[in-house]
Nanobody
C-alpha cells in the first residue's frame, strides 16, 4: 500500500514563505508524476504544480514565479516552495502521486492547511 504524507503547512503573513513536503511510503520503486493541488473553502480542487520523474514542471498561472516544485526521487519526496504568499493562496494543499510503480493511479495525501493572513 502506498501512502502520501504532507507536512509544512501553517499560518503565515502576506508576503511570507512556506515549504511543503510530501513523503511517499510503501512498496515503491518509481513514481511518474507528483503534483500539488489546493482547495479553498467553497471552491473546487485545482492543480497548483506538477513535476515528472525527469524534472519537467508545470505550474498554474496564478502562482507562476512565486512557487517552485521539486522532488527527490531517491527519497520519494516532493516539495513545494511557496514565496510571496497572498491571502488568496489560503487553502488545503494536497499532494498527488500518479503512476506509482507504473500502474497505481492517483494516490492522494490527507492535505495540509495553509493560511495566509495578517
Amino acid at each position: 500500500q502506498v501512502q502520501l504524507v504532507e507536512s509544512g503547512g501553517g499560518l503565515v503573513q502576506p508576503g511570507g514563505s512556506l515549504r511543503l513536503s510530501c513523503a511517499a511510503s510503501g512498496s515503491i520503486f518509481m513514481i511518474n508524476a507528483m503534483s500539488w493541488y489546493r482547495q479553498a473553502p467553497g471552491k473546487e480542487r485545482e492543480l497548483v504544480a506538477a513535476i515528472t520523474r525527469d524534472g519537467t514542471t508545470n505550474y498554474a498561472y496564478s502562482i507562476k514565479g512565486r512557487f517552485t516544485i521539486s522532488r527527490d526521487n531517491a527519497k520519494n519526496t516532493a516539495y513545494l516552495q511557496m514565496n510571496s504568499l497572498k491571502p488568496e493562496d489560503t487553502a488545503v494543499y494536497y499532494c498527488n502521486a500518479d503512476r506509482v510503480n507504473g500502474y497505481i493511479r492517483d494516490v492522494w495525501g490527507q492535505g495540509t492547511q495553509v493560511t495566509v493572513s495578517s
